[in-house]
């Protein structure tokens, strides 16, 4: 197991990796489950994960077209919150994207720096790593928990949306492309390419413009089903929300968070606390692949 080179709490036990947490408003609301099997999955592999005390809203896309001042504050406080030497985790991607955006525009702007330790009352932390969800599998290896074929086949379709996709100011970042098919590959699950992975799930016009979000889900789904995907794995728990309550097709296929596929593979038990909270169940899929009793 490879070890973060900014992981020194002494206070971590020997062979695990230690971040802090930064859930963010979808992941503790609406995407819950999404929360719990995340949680699982890293108490299964060994990492902890210790939530910021306190943490507020990251502004996400309302704040900016809004209120600027809020736009600006909200995510840079959620970044004085977090402990020096230890990395810090985000598992939503348009959290990553407000937060990581802060960071960088502190980090290259003087005054905006000075902005922030005036106001905060404390050093800014240049070297503080923020990462997403998926750079921890550059971290620990799923091959070494020797789960070769437990997810039995099932039929997926990847979707990423788009904001894991970086705009300009990010775009010296790593690409998160294949993650998710990478991971899920060599645990069984048969991956289902339908063209439509980067699609954008039309975000927080599912709110101010129903109709045009319900027709992109609508597209979305269609072709995941006509590709003959099973069922849908989300890296993103808004548009896992929007997948789900915007769909108006006869019959439409589950969809999961990738952090469920991922912790069922690794044995564990919690999914009746997880499934109940889905539109679609995904329960009869999962006992015909045999993946529940």
Not at 78 to 83: F, I, Y
Request: charged share 25%; with cysteine.
């Amino acid at each position: 197991m490879k070890r973060s080179s900014r992981n020194p709490d002494p206070g971590t036990p020997s062979g695990r990796l230690k971040f802090s947490f930064f859930p963010g408003c979808s992941l503790k609301a609406s995407g819950h489950e999404n929360t719990l099997s995340l949680l699982k999955f890293c108490q299964s592999m060994n990492i902890d994960l210790v939530e910021l005390e306190d943490w507020n809203c990251c502004g996400s896309s309302s704040a900016h077209s809004i209120d600027k001042r809020s736009a600006k504050y909200l995510p840079m406080r959620n970044l004085s919150l977090a402990p020096r030497g230890v990395p810090l985790l985000i598992a939503c991607p348009s959290c990553l994207l407000r937060l990581k955006s802060s960071f960088l525009s502190i980090k290259a702007d003087p005054a905006l720096r000075q902005d922030y330790e005036d106001f905060f009352g404390k050093p800014f932390d240049d070297e503080l790593e923020i990462i997403h969800f998926f750079e921890i599998f550059n971290r620990v290896d799923l091959k070494d928990q020797d789960l070769a074929g437990k997810l039995k086949g099932i039929r997926v379709a990847p979707y990423y949306g788009c904001m894991l996709f970086m705009p300009p100011e990010l775009r010296y970042e790593k690409s998160h492309a294949g993650i998710i098919e990478k991971s899920l590959r060599p645990l069984g699950a048969d991956i289902v390419s339908f063209g439509y992975a980067n699609r954008c799930c039309g975000t927080y016009l599912s709110v101010a413009k129903p109709d045009i979000a319900r027709k992109v889900v609508n597209e979305i789904i269609f072709k995941a089903m006509e590709a003959g995907a099973e069922c849908l794995v989300t890296a993103c728990s808004m548009c896992h929300l929007n997948l789900e309550i915007r769909c108006t097709l006869d019959n439409p296929i589950p969809v999961l968070h990738f952090s469920e596929l991922l912790s069922m593979a690794l044995g564990a038990e919690d999914h009746k606390k997880w499934f109940p909270r889905h539109i679609v169940d995904p329960v009869p899929l999962l006992k015909k692949r045999g993946l529940l009793t």
